[in-house]
């Protein structure tokens, strides 16, 4: 036993274990553009708690929720593009349902629920049994969705209703002693929403799913090797349409929080936000061939994706414009950090 | 006898196949709703050809152009996701250059502040660059398509506003009008320009050996380096194409509206081309490709869009027809479909046979 | 001894469209021995083994195991029945740990809920003790060698409770001390009763661990027999049907004494790769290249040909200095060179055979000057007729053709060059001994008609038949460089044993 604990590797290198590392640069970046911020924009409020949870949390949970399937599929090595698509037909189901049709919200949601996860799972069935490729299906899954969308109502419809606004309205103060050793909520104001709550738990379901069950181990299999997961015995099929139901579930959850956010639905809502949930997981270490990825670094992902657009908006003088272009310079940025990462662990491997 | 069986069987084999028995049962379709969908006429004031198919033909020039080259990228194994902001980029240029300019002249008119040839050609060589900013990524950095290509997807419309400082131009400028609303005898100009980039293309890859080293390269790159091709310059070269066709559909679209729109200009074009390349017949992950069929399936795309109009389904609903019939093509054009009806004609042949 | 059997396959027959595989073949196996399944490409070793693990389906004939019919439909059914098979292609996950390809899809559950990752790994670390091999098991599957790759999935194979074991040419990618750790692994599975089925061919190595062994030829049944029954020239002539010395009927190449150098380096190298090293080679000369797996001799190839640019010294040819930079620099220079993973690195699957032959010639005539249609199908029939490549015509998928003549249509393509100097890093691995003789034929004919080649190979008896001057490597340089016609495998393996001291000596002796 002594022999085995002795040829592990230290406790430090185990931390620094290579794989991690794609997760620690985006700790570390957006430390860094936190520290920028805080540094430049002090005074403008970009330095308190309030300014990040909010700005960059509450403000972006339903990127959050929607990256935690999309990571999912990342790591199988597939892609679905449907996701703003079917967030935005969550956002239409509600709203018609409530406000057309005088229906309870969550009757609509969990109609919404049956679309997302059974095309979700439709298109996971096709991808696996007609080996079509991922692309292409989902492409068509949003084109179909859109579509819909837009067949339901080609306007936005507004949600009044006392649910939605409750839970919309829903928020945990944090609360810390005050100087007079009162328990009182923290200065500036700082709270918890419930779309972040929702994000949150996403989160550690998707830890817990892809760490601790044989499920989420055989999505890390397949997207490793299929083939050899396929000779290994584990349910191939199964995972696969389940990953892309799950991510249909998310999806619907994402486009629910949207909900909470706008209180409206919108066939053109979150167009292109397949592309900004894809690069979340991407920021956050998320290999786009497959088999690597983790919840943390999607959590960071998310944020560091976020922290931009706050950044710029905070320094006045530059066109939001820069936004897309400060995105593209990071993907950019991390990519190399990949490159590099690998071929470092190419070059230690060959020693 | 036997030499006609197995042609049927070789035919359901081939995706192309289906791609045309599609294409012509949605003209069907609008021949039996509108019987005169296939007239095609002459507009006597100006002497330019109109008609449904001409439409179709005219609008799919934007996105036959790009799958020209899209094609390529997909027989190499990857996509270009950057064509549609490099097609904002291209106009929100060319009317950067061309604007009317409130100091020089009081009301926009037919004149271009900057010379005309360079209106065209700066936006063709700055797509073109672009492309090859992808190609250097992929080939040197070895990144994968998907991720390089995206980087310009998500920046280049953001380049295409602080070109035009976010404002929308518009221009009145005649000779620039031609490329998108124009004519050459009686055919318009935009078909015009796709049937030259298409055959051109066509020329390309199979009059030179350039279309046998892409395949070469999109099956096996490391063999196809140790064979003496230079996998990186074709890679390369494959997405500087993809990013001038990308420009040359900026401009066209462009000049229809004749003004820069960079949010909305080339919108999913990048989706339409790469369907458009798949449903033609080549496969995502490399190797044979076919021109023909791409074209092909462009001009499906647009079949379908116009069918939509034409026959008055809520124009939003157009996205939801696609998918429906893109996903009949797909899943005839499957593996698994194919074998199938393949075995079936196979079988029937022997029978015949026996 | 019949409660001594494990596995009876009685009478199995197989037919494809228009091709029996498997005709009336009988196969038996014994609890507790190594069995060879030996046969030339396309004898029907695979479809044999295919239908026991379930890929394909008898068309008649009986599965008998451990006394009940079976009848598996998938791999994943034959797992579970207690017939595991290791594939020569490692067939395991690269990302995941150690620990987990080994278990993964049965991973020890807390609770019967989650995976309990500490039990996993000792387990792991106690089952790759008991594989003699001191690895971390946390580590990512990547991080190892192919050998270490292949033990693991022995490990996981085994660690199902198999019954019958099948090593499908596991050894082709090994070298000889990780040949030896795997046998030693077989001898220990066989002390505990298992049977394994084992596919190579190398011959050596049949000899080496076998008990028995069962030869297949054209799909029909030659022969079972005990180790000891037959010796290795009599095991070939039953393999190929035809007398081993016929095949092997070589006459080394003349060098003329007057032959002009054709390629000359020297002192190149990549730091970390290659020290530094000197050859030359003249005018039709078989300069052959022994050596471990990473002792360099791949390493010194790629250098010659451009794939890897070497970092300094100067390689001349023909007296004319020449720079290298990529392989077509290389193939400009009249250099050509077959790579030694036929799979990743020679073949365009996808394309037809014409396609494949043709390539080389066209990358160095430049796309802007296309090779007409009919100029290539007369080429790509020329060569197909000339190495004799198994094939209906010249459109077909390389990729559906057998090793073998993948292998000859990778020589065709840089035979289509007309090469000055032709490079082979192992082009006889994984093919029959008919297609062995066969190309080491094409070689020296080569060298007859004045092209210089250097060969590359595992395989010391090869080397030594063919080769006029051999270079030996150890440790990523030279060690040595003797006479071909003089030397003996003894010699050449004490040089390597030995290491560069004893080499150095030696080559200053020759």
């Known amino acids: 036993m002594e022999r085995t604990a002795r040829k592990r590797q230290s406790l430090l290198s185990r931390i620094m274990n290579p794989k991690y590392i794609m997760v620690y640069a985006t700790i570390g970046i957006f430390l860094i553009i936190y520290i920028f911020g805080a540094i430049n924009y002090g005074d403008s409020g970009f330095l308190t708690l309030r300014t990040l949870v909010i700005s960059m949390f509450t403000e972006n949970a339903y990127y959050g929720i929607s990256a935690v399937g999309m990571t999912m599929v990342l790591i199988t090595g597939g892609i679905d593009l449907s996701v703003g698509a079917v967030s935005s037909l969550t956002g239409m189901l509600i709203a018609y349902g409530v406000t057309n049709m005088n229906l309870h919200p969550l009757l609509c949601l969990a109609f919404a629920f049956a679309v997302g996860i059974g095309l979700g799972a439709l298109m996971g069935a096709a991808i696996h049994?007609?080996?079509?490729?991922?692309?292409?299906?989902?492409?068509?899954?949003?084109?179909?969705?859109?579509?819909?969308?837009?067949?339901?109502?080609?306007?936005?419809?507004?949600?009044?209703?006392?649910?939605?606004?409750?839970?919309?309205?829903?928020?945990?103060?944090?609360?810390?002693?005050?100087?007079?050793?009162?328990?009182?909520?923290?200065?500036?104001?700082?709270?918890?929403?419930f779309n972040l709550l929702l994000f949150i738990i996403m989160i550690i379901v998707g830890t817990i799913l892809l760490q601790k069950t044989r499920f989420g181990r055989n999505i890390y299999a397949i997207g490793g090797n299929e083939q050899s997961a396929k000779l290994m015995g584990l349910p191939v099929a199964r995972t696969k349409i389940i990953v892309y139901a799950f991510n249909g579930f998310c999806s619907v959850l994402a486009g629910f929080a949207y909900v909470l956010y706008v209180k409206s639905g919108w066939n053109l809502a979150l167009q292109g936000g397949e592309l900004e949930v894809i690069t979340c997981a991407v920021i956050g270490g998320t290999l786009m061939t497959g088999g690597v990825g983790y919840m943390v670094g999607t959590l960071f992902g998310v944020l560091l994706k976020t922290a931009i657009p706050t950044l710029i908006t905070f320094n006045g003088n530059l066109l939001s414009w820069w936004g897309k272009i400060a995105t593209g310079a990071l993907l950019l940025l991390f990519i190399f950090i990949q490159r590099i990462v690998v071929l470092y662990s190419d070059r230690k491997k060959q020693e | 006898m036997k030499k006609r069986s197995f042609n049927l069987a070789s035919l359901t084999r081939s995706k192309i196949t289906w791609a045309v028995v599609a294409e012509v049962l949605i003209l069907l379709v609008c021949f039996v709703i509108r019987p005169d969908f296939f007239s095609i006429k002459i507009q006597e004031s100006t002497g330019v050809l109109y008609g449904s198919l001409i439409d179709i033909v005219n609008r799919s020039a934007e996105i036959s152009i790009i799958a020209m080259g899209m094609t390529l990228a997909i027989a190499l194994g990857g996509t270009d996701l950057s064509v549609g902001a490099l097609v904002a980029v291209s106009g929100a240029m060319a009317l950067k250059l061309m604007r009317w300019d409130v100091l020089e002249y009081v009301t926009p008119g037919n004149y271009s502040v900057k010379p005309f040839w360079m209106a065209i050609l700066f936006p063709l060589i700055t797509c073109t660059l672009m492309g090859l900013f992808n190609?250097?990524?992929?080939?040197?950095?070895?990144?994968?398509?998907?991720?390089?290509?995206?980087?310009?997807?998500?920046?280049g419309r953001g380049i295409a506003q602080i070109l035009t400082d976010g404002k929308q131009f518009t221009t009145m400028y005649a000779p620039f009008k031609v490329i998108g609303q124009g004519n050459l005898g009686p055919i318009p100009m935009p078909i015009v320009i796709m049937a030259v980039v298409c055959i051109l293309m066509g020329l390309f890859v199979r009059k030179t050996a350039f279309g046998t080293f892409v395949e070469s390269v999109g099956v096996n790159r490391s063999a196809s380096r140790l064979s003496g091709i230079s996998s990186d310059a074709v890679i390369m070269i494959v997405y500087s194409i993809t990013g001038f066709l990308s420009g040359i559909a900026g401009l066209i679209y462009s000049s229809r509206i004749m003004s820069n729109d960079s949010n909305n200009a080339g919108i999913n074009y990048e989706m339409d081309a790469i369907l458009a390349v798949v449903i033609g017949g080549t496969a995502m992950t490399g190797g044979r490709f076919s021109l023909v069929g791409t074209l092909i399936g462009s001009i499906i795309i647009r079949t379908i869009v116009t069918f939509v109009y034409y026959f008055g389904i809520v124009a939003e609903a157009t996205m939801a027809f696609k998918a429906l019939i893109i996903a009949v093509v797909i899943i005839l054009q499957s593996e698994p479909v194919r074998e199938y009806f393949a075995r079936r004609s196979d079988k029937r042949a022997m029978v015949k046979r026996g | 001894m019949p409660d001594n059997i494990i596995l009876e396959m009685k009478q199995i027959e197989i037919t494809f469209p228009g091709v029996k595989a498997l005709d009336q073949v009988d196969f038996t196996l014994r609890k507790g021995e190594v069995h060879s399944l030996l046969g030339e490409n396309g004898a029907g070793k695979s479809t044999l083994i295919k239908c026991l693990t379930g890929v394909n389906h008898k068309d008649a004939g009986q599965i008998i195991l451990d006394g009940v019919e079976i009848n598996p439909q998938s791999p994943e059914q034959a797992m579970e029945m207690g017939?595991?098979?290791?594939?020569?292609?490692?067939?395991?996950?690269?990302?995941?740990?150690?620990?987990?390809?080994?278990?993964?899809?049965?991973?020890?559950?807390?609770?019967?809920?989650?995976?309990?990752?500490?039990?996993?790994?000792?387990?792991?670390?106690?089952?790759?003790?008991?594989?003699?091999?001191?690895?971390?098991?946390?580590?990512?599957?990547?991080?190892?060698?192919?050998?270490?790759?292949?033990?693991?999935?022995?490990?996981?194979?085994?660690?199902?409770?198999?019954?019958?074991?099948?090593?499908?040419?596991?050894?082709?990618?090994?070298?000889?001390?990780?040949?030896?750790?795997?046998?030693?692994?077989?001898?220990?599975?066989?002390?505990?009763?298992?049977?394994?089925?084992?596919?190579?061919?190398?011959?050596?190595?049949?000899?080496?661990?076998?008990?028995?062994?069962?030869?297949?030829?054209?799909?029909?049944?030659?022969?079972?027999?005990?180790?000891?029954?037959?010796n290795k020239v009599q095991l070939v002539t039953e393999m190929i049907g035809k007398d081993i010395d016929v095949i092997f009927n070589l006459k080394r190449a003349d060098v003329k004494a007057d032959a002009a150098y054709m390629l000359e380096a020297e002192h190149i190298g990549i730091p970390g790769k290659v020290k530094d090293i000197?050859?030359?080679?003249?005018?039709?000369?078989?300069?052959?290249?022994?050596?471990?797996?990473?002792?360099?001799?791949?390493?010194?190839?790629?250098?010659?040909f451009g794939a890897e640019k070497t970092a300094k010294g100067s390689i001349r040819k023909k007296g004319k200095d020449v720079s290298l930079k990529n392989p077509h620099d290389a193939i400009m220079e009249k250099i050509a060179f077959c790579p030694e993973d036929r799979k990743l690195d020679g073949i365009i699957g996808d394309l037809s055979i014409r396609e494949n032959i043709m390539l080389a010639v066209q990358a160095r005539r430049g796309f802007l000057h296309p090779m007409s249609r009919s100029e290539q199908e007369k080429l790509a029939d020329k060569y197909i007729k000339a190495l004799g490549i198994a094939t209906p015509d010249a459109e077909k998928k390389i990729a559906e053709l057998s090793g073998g003549n993948q292998q000859k249509v990778i020589l065709a393509r840089w035979m289509a060059t007309e090469p000055d100097v032709l490079i082979l890093d192992e082009p006889t691995r994984g093919i029959d001994v008919g297609?062995?003789?066969?190309?080491?034929?094409?070689?020296?004919?080569?060298?007859?008609?004045?092209?210089?080649?250097?060969?590359?190979?595992?395989?010391?008896?090869?080397?030594?038949?063919?080769?006029?001057?051999?270079?030996?490597?150890?440790?990523?340089?030279?060690?040595?460089?003797?006479?071909?016609?003089?030397?003996?495998?003894?010699?050449?393996?004490?040089?390597?044993?030995?290491?560069?001291?004893?080499g150095k000596d030696k080559e200053a002796g020759v």
């Open chain 3, 83 to 230: 017939i595991s098979t290791v594939f020569q292609e490692i067939n395991l996950c690269p990302n995941l740990t150690v620990a987990e390809n080994i278990f993964i899809g049965r991973q020890p559950m807390k609770r019967g809920r989650t995976i309990d990752w500490k039990t996993m790994n000792r387990r792991a670390d106690e089952l790759m003790e008991r594989f003699h091999l001191d690895i971390d098991v946390t580590r990512p599957l990547s991080f190892y060698s192919t050998a270490i790759q292949q033990m693991v999935s022995i490990a996981r194979a085994v660690d199902v409770k198999a019954k019958i074991l099948i090593l499908d040419e596991p050894t082709s990618s090994l070298d000889d001390n990780e040949v030896k750790l795997l046998f030693d692994v077989m001898r220990d599975l066989r002390e505990e009763g298992m049977g394994i089925i084992f596919i190579t061919h190398f011959l050596d190595q049949v000899y080496e661990i076998s008990d028995r062994m069962t030869i297949l030829r054209n799909g029909h049944l030659i022969g079972s027999y005990g180790i000891h029954d037959l």
């Open chain 3, 435 to 502: 297609a062995k003789a066969e190309i080491q034929r094409l070689m020296l004919e080569m060298c007859g008609d004045g092209v210089s080649v250097i060969f590359i190979s595992s395989e010391l008896d090869e080397i030594i038949r063919c080769s006029n001057r051999i270079v030996i490597m150890r440790d990523r340089e030279k060690v040595a460089e003797v006479d071909g016609a003089t030397c003996t495998q003894q010699n050449i393996l004490n040089i390597i044993a030995e290491g560069s001291v004893a």
């Open chain 1, 129 to 193: 049994y007609l080996n079509v490729p991922p692309f292409i299906m989902t492409l068509t899954g949003m084109f179909l969705t859109r579509g819909i969308c837009s067949l339901i109502s080609r306007e936005s419809i507004e949600i009044h209703n006392d649910l939605i606004d409750a839970l919309a309205g829903w928020k945990i103060y944090i609360k810390w002693w005050n100087e007079d050793g009162e328990w009182a909520k923290i200065k500036p104001i700082c709270y918890i929403n």
């Open chain 3, 278 to 304: 000197s050859v030359n080679i003249k005018e039709g000369e078989l300069l052959g290249f022994a050596g471990l797996l990473g002792s360099g001799r791949t390493e010194t190839a790629e250098m010659l």
């Open chain 2, 135 to 155: 190609g250097v990524l992929i080939a040197k950095g070895g990144m994968q398509p998907f991720i390089a290509t995206l980087i310009l997807m998500v920046s």
